[in-house]
């Protein structure tokens, strides 16, 4: 099985702020990579498919990026709606997702 | 639009049995893979199971195998879950997922607690 590794499990950061999730496949996936977005209570809503491709309607400030082992998720400007649970998920094999990384508000 | 809703959850003890059902609209369901996806309370996404859009291919998670089953019938745009042999550690919330190059489309879920 293909295990993620995703970090940090949380992180605190002001409105404006960059932000930055990594996410690391235990064996190379190519960019079959997907991230979700999950707000308390709420389904999780796919942001990013194919490790970099913004799912229609998503707002631009989100992103994604890498290949094979590492992958970056980037919040260029965090904004109060973005509070919520991230999360990656490869689909190269069975589709397991990484832990989750919760961001807040500082 | 796609719209995916599930019922089935609720109370029940361990050792005992239930079965999801989630029902389909919006998309021509026997073109799609779907999932089930599960999410105990305050702990991350789990994988459980997914069904080819002829239900030819069934994978499990190794948490669930032996004991749940994944169906669908595409003449009701229907997928199912039954799960035999719950355990405590099967309390979460349920949801089933639009597979395409991983789960796109999410139901709203349905909770599930196994308890005595």
């Known amino acids: 099985d293909i295990q993620m590794t995703q970090s940090p499990s949380s992180l605190s950061a002001s409105v404006g702020d960059r932000v930055t999730i990594t996410c690391q496949a235990s064996?190379?996936?190519?960019?079959?990579l997907n991230w979700y977005q999950q707000k308390p209570g709420k389904a999780p809503k796919l942001l990013i498919y194919d490790a970099s491709n913004l799912e229609t309607g998503v707002p631009s400030r989100f992103s994604g990026s890498g290949s094979g082992t590492d992958f970056t998720f980037t919040i260029s400007s965090l904004q109060p709606e973005d509070i919520a649970t991230y999360y990656c998920?490869?689909?190269?094999?069975?589709?397991?997702f990484g832990g989750g990384t919760k961001v807040e508000i500082k | 639009q796609v719209q995916l809703v599930e019922s089935g959850g609720g109370l029940v003890k361990p050792g005992g049995s239930l079965r999801l059902s989630c029902a389909a609209s919006?998309?021509?369901?026997?073109?799609?893979?779907m999932s089930w996806i599960r999410q105990a309370p305050g702990k991350g996404l789990e994988w459980v199971s997914y069904i080819s859009s002829s239900g030819s291919t069934i994978y499990y998670a190794d948490s669930v195998k032996g004991r749940f089953t994944i169906s669908r019938d595409n003449a009701k745009n229907s997928l199912y879950l039954q799960m035999n042999s719950l355990r405590a550690e099967d309390t979460a919330v349920y949801y089933c997922?639009?597979?395409?190059?991983?789960?796109?489309?999410w139901g709203q879920g349905t909770l599930v607690t196994v308890s005595s």
């Open positions: 064996q190379d996936i190519s960019n079959y």
């Open positions: 997922a639009r597979d395409l190059s991983g789960p796109d489309y």
């Open positions: 919006g998309f021509t369901f026997s073109d799609y893979y």
């Open positions: 998920q490869q689909y190269d094999n069975l589709p397991f």
